[in-house]
């Protein structure tokens, strides 16, 4: 079974450009996550789809980031214009049910961003 | 606000020998506890989960313990090795079952 994919490993964008993440989860997984760890500081969570549905979005930093997640698939992030405090690693989990009691979340390898 | 601590300095410690790592949160009633392991350049990857009402949880050489009372969770590699060598994650529910709190985390190295 596939693991929670993402694209890419590495981005390096300027300053002002836009950037779009890309997440492909567990199939059959209807919960999508994504987190953020900047440097030096705990991978804080951003927003929470359920199928194409977004259930929790109150870690997302500012109005530049946009999540979707059409047709309840894959889904993206994409941050525009990019500032150099995004700067960090972004995480994709994805888990076949709510993180309740018994519940894991399966993380992607993450996606390294660096806005020079 | 809700806070989750790790020992923030890393841990080394010989080979054979118990490594104990220390998770402490205020401000939460958790139903459960993870703790995920990670390697550089890779996600978290889930280890375990104790759930409020069990005080104990083992799993080959890994043990977990959760004292609600204290607001601490407890975790033990026995017999460690050099391939345990990686950082440590304790994680708590939030939000409703909507997304986990994470600690900053504990960097294990494990020396022959």
């Known amino acids: 079974e596939a693991g929670v994919t993402q694209f890419p490993s590495h981005s390096v964008i300027e300053k002002g450009q836009t950037v779009t993440l890309r997440c492909d989860p567990i199939?059959?997984?209807?919960?999508l996550y994504w987190y953020r760890r900047v440097m030096g500081k705990e991978i804080k969570f951003l927003l929470h789809?359920?199928?194409?549905?977004?259930?929790?979005e109150s870690g997302m930093p500012n109005n530049r980031f946009l999540a979707e997640r059409t047709g309840g698939t894959y889904s993206t992030l994409k941050v525009q214009p990019a500032e150099l405090e995004d700067s960090g690693v972004y995480f994709c989990?994805?888990?076949?049910?709510?993180?309740?009691?018994?519940?894991?979340?399966?993380f992607g390898q993450g996606t390294r961003l660096t806005v020079v | 606000s809700q806070k989750i601590e790790q020992n923030s300095e890393a841990l080394n410690i010989q080979e054979g020998k118990t490594a104990t790592l220390t998770c402490n949160y205020t401000?939460?009633?958790?139903?459960?506890l993870q703790w995920y392991r990670q390697d550089p350049g890779r996600g978290p990857v889930f280890l375990l989960l104790?759930?409020?009402?069990?005080k104990e949880k083992r799993k080959e050489r890994l043990k977990v313990t959760f004292d609600t009372t204290l607001k601490q969770s407890l975790f033990h590699i026995t017999a460690s090795q050099p391939a345990d060598s990686a950082t440590y994650l304790c994680?708590?529910?939030?939000?409703?079952?909507?997304?986990?709190?994470f600690g900053t985390g504990t960097q294990l190295k494990v020396e022959l």
């Open positions: 401000n939460y009633s958790p139903a459960y």
């Open positions: 199939s059959g997984h209807d919960n």
């Open positions: 994680a708590l529910p939030a939000g409703g079952g909507n997304k986990l709190t």
């Open positions: 789809f359920v199928k194409e549905s977004k259930q929790d």
């Open positions: 989990a994805s888990s076949p049910r709510r993180l309740e009691v018994d519940t894991e979340a399966f």
């Open positions: 104790i759930r409020e009402n069990e």
